[in-house]
């Protein structure tokens, strides 16, 4: 089945951004990506995706320790403190709840320790991020996407009527074509066939 939500990723949002410090030969730091997917009502979940990146002679071995902070219009509503054993290059923090309504402003902030090389010498070096992001539809507007998609998969089915009625009483005449006895039969029973195969066909995808 044609699915609106899936093909145009309705209720589906990215935003990203990168946060960088800068050395002498270079710069470290981090690219942050937060996807957010709605489910129901207005609960969304949340995928977050943290990578180390560094440019020139900087060599960022990754992360050290994460903290992590998720606020809804300045209220905290989600707290993870992470430490690495060993340097770690990312970081995945998936299928975190939230209520969130239309309007509402979301943000994601932490703190992040990295272990870095800069001119040769191995340094651990702090950077802090804030990912906002501001929530564009609410539930009036999904309720209006479900009326256009019930509205429009069945209409769908029309197409079959429609468009060789328009290229039989209006093309042929355009060009000077004459209908005969035996095409009027012949086209009838053709569109008869295009009326009783969309019912057909839902018929058997029934069964």
């Not at 903290?67 to 430490?83: H, K, Y």
């Not at 998936?94 to 992040?112: M, Q, R, V, W």
């Not at 290229?167 to 060009?175: A, C, E, Q, V």
Request: aromatic share 14%.
């Amino acid at each position: 089945m044609f699915n609106f939500r899936d093909i145009f990723r309705f209720g589906v949002f990215d935003t990203e951004d990168n946060y960088i410090n800068s050395y002498t030969d270079g710069t470290a730091g981090i690219s942050v990506h937060l996807n957010l997917d709605h489910g129901s009502d207005e609960r969304y979940v949340t995928n977050t995706f943290i990578e180390s990146i560094s440019t020139e002679n900087v060599v960022n071995y990754g992360f050290l320790s994460i903290l992590i902070l998720f606020f809804n219009d300045n209220d905290p509503v989600f707290a993870r403190s992470i430490q690495f054993g060993s340097p770690s290059s990312t970081y995945l923090l998936n299928n975190i709840p939230f209520e969130l309504a239309k309007h509402d402003n979301l943000t994601c902030s932490g703190t992040i320790e990295m272990s870095l090389e800069t001119g040769g010498v191995p340094l651990n070096d702090t950077i802090h991020f804030q990912l906002t992001f501001i929530v564009p539809v609410g539930l009036g507007d999904f309720s209006n996407l479900n009326l256009l998609v019930n509205f429009l998969l069945p209409s769908h089915f029309l197409l079959y009527i429609i468009i060789p009625v328009i290229l039989l009483w209006i093309f042929k005449p355009i060009f000077g074509l004459r209908f005969t006895e035996e095409e009027l039969k012949r086209d009838e029973k053709f569109l008869e066939y295009l009326q009783n195969s969309p019912r057909k066909r839902v018929k058997e995808s029934k069964n």
